[in-house]
């Protein structure tokens, strides 16, 4: 079955960071817009970030903007999501996701926590 996998989750202090993966099965992935969402306990899925299948076009949702970067290495099929100066807030589990194929990750944990 073709899906998305997510890695590089865990727990990690208010202030800390994180670097999310995510890997796509096939070499189609050049061509594939990416995003990631992330989704808290009792919340809505939310986006976080989007970034065209050549990186040029990338946005952010407000509440990330400035801590977290994503990029992509399309030789490697991956998409990542660095996170910095993580807050309580950011505690979620973060997807994946190919909007233009329907695929979605599993999901990967962060915890902010002290």
């Known amino acids: 079955q073709v899906q998305l996998m997510e890695s590089g989750g865990g727990l990690v202090q208010p202030g800390g960071s994180l670097t999310l993966s995510c890997i796509a099965p096939t070499h189609e992935f050049v061509l594939w817009p990416m995003r990631w969402y992330r989704q808290a306990p009792g919340k809505e899925r939310e986006?976080?970030?989007?970034?065209?299948?050549?990186?040029?076009?990338?946005t952010y949702a407000d509440s990330v903007k400035g801590r977290f970067t994503v990029s992509r290495d399309n030789e490697r099929r991956m998409v990542y999501l660095r996170m910095t100066n993580l807050k309580f807030a950011d505690t979620a589990v973060y997807f994946c996701q190919a909007p233009t194929e329907g695929l979605w990750g599993q999901g990967t944990q962060v915890t902010v926590s002290s």
């Open positions: 986006q976080v970030a989007s970034i065209s299948s050549a990186s040029g076009t990338i």
